[in-house]
């Protein structure tokens, strides 16, 4: 390869995962978390705090919504999370006894695999962590490491907002991300990629200077995705995700974590709750044994093609200097797909030798020139809103809307002094709104995953919100406390 530039790498990751802490265990509420947090998060921080030590910056553009951030940095929670470690030593441990006992050398080298990764987990997990994912994440964005992207406080479907709800979650989202990280976020991750003609409007009025859409939004306007763009009249700019080159890692139908060679997601041993197969065959109910020096090849494979197919398409670029933007849910890295730490390794380390320089999307929103009337989408399918309005998500967006609709009703009859102080009991009524109008609870219904998980969260947040709304009106001496998101400070809907 050669060290001539052809262009800039803009990884993107989004660290999202909804409000589960009290709600659930398994299979989808903590233990979600739980995972998580192990799997992607840890090992994540940790390969980009080993570059950063060694003078990395600009590595990629890390967005942590405001609701995770929440539940990284909950004392009760950070404890628990050092415990479910704990336990994941404790069965890798057990499974290696049991192996011993009954010969089994290929149980025993996955037992010895799993407690190595369980030690050094709760390693850097003490070293790290223990201060919650703020402070583990905050000395990356203080090196210039990666660039922090903020948000609205609970992922809510912001084009299904109320003016005064979605200036109230943006602003309580970034007032987050400003005290645990020690400063206010220029970019945001707009939820969903979702985006409707004059969000640019409520982003500018926060101080938000970028965020990402899906490349069909800026396709329907523009030849080009490789550069940023102004929308329409503000000085806010957009990112457009380059789905040909984001797709070969993960799409909708294939992508490298679906490899034969790689850590099967969906099959575990269920005595000990290890993951111990490969992937094998899609079609095969029969997996075969994982095979760590495999997997490190293919890992190895797979960044070599993506970084091939990365100086194509900027080669091939009709920009001069062209930036590729790639976007992916953060869990993707290491929960879904185990060897995803070390492929985005693979990638960070040895991009330059292709010619192309990583970058973050703040390093160059600058260089926006030109200016597009973007029409509305996302990066759902059909790159619309569908999966957050059609059959049932529709009937929930209703609801969302009707109880918006009466939060601010609640909250401008409130008596007028109540807004020099904050209410504790205004912010709790808002908290239960915004947890929700998360957009999560639709799209786990529209994909029929833990679809079930998602009606009751649903069902319990308005359920909850209407009891705390007719107690008020009853009683308005009720006092309500809420310490879940502490900075949701209701006075922004009305102000």
Known sequence: MTNQRVGRLAIVLH???????????????????????????????????????????????????????????????????????ADWRIRATGKGIHAQATADSTAARD?????????WTMREFAENWRAGGSAALRPLVDAGAVELLGGPVT???????LEPIADLALASGLADATVRTGKQPVGIWAPECAYTPGLEHLYGRHGVGHFVVDGPTVL?????????????????????????????????????PGNKWYQDFHSY??????????????????KEPYQPQQASDQVQHDAHDFLTAARARMVNSCEANPIVVVAYDTELFGHWWHEGPQFLAAVLDTAHSYGIETTTLGTVAHEATESVDLPPGTWGSGKDSRVWEDGEAGRLRDRGRAAQYAV?????????????????????????????LASDWAFMISKDSAAD??????????????????????????IFEDRRLPFVDARRAIR
Do not use: C, K
Not at 461 to 475: K, P, S, V
């Open 269 to 286: 041993d269920h005595d000990w709750g290890l993951h111990s197969s490969r992937v094998t065959r899609r079609s095969s109910e029969t």
């Open 155 to 161: 992922h809510p479907f912001t084009p299904h907002l």
């Open 111 to 119: 037992a010895r695999r799993h407690f190595r990764a369980a030690q």
């Open 220 to 256: 329907a306007q523009r030849d080009s995705i490789h550069r940023p763009y102004r929308v329409g009249e503000s000085d806010v700019v957009a990112f457009a995700r380059d789905l040909d080159l984001t797709y070969r890692v993960w799409s909708p139908r294939s992508g490298y």
């Open 408 to 436: 601010l009703d609640h909250l401008r009859r409130l008596p007028g002094d109540w807004l020099a102080t904050r209410s504790p009991s205004a912010d709790a009524i808002v908290t239960e709104l915004l947890l929700a």
């Open 15 to 85: 660290s999202h995962v909804p409000w589960l802490l009290g709600h659930g265990v398994w299979p989808v509420g903590e233990e979600w978390l739980r995972q998580a947090w192990a799997h992607s998060y840890i090992p994540l921080v940790a390969m980009l705090r080993e570059r950063a030590v060694r003078g990395r910056t600009n590595l990629l553009t890390f967005g942590v919504t405001p609701v995770l951030a929440a539940q990284w940095d909950e004392p009760s929670s950070i404890g628990e999370q050092e415990r479910w470690i």
């Open 453 to 478: 998980y998602a009606r009751g969260r649903s069902e319990d947040h308005f359920a909850r919100l209407g009891e705390m709304l007719r107690t008020a009106h009853h009683n308005p001496a009720v």
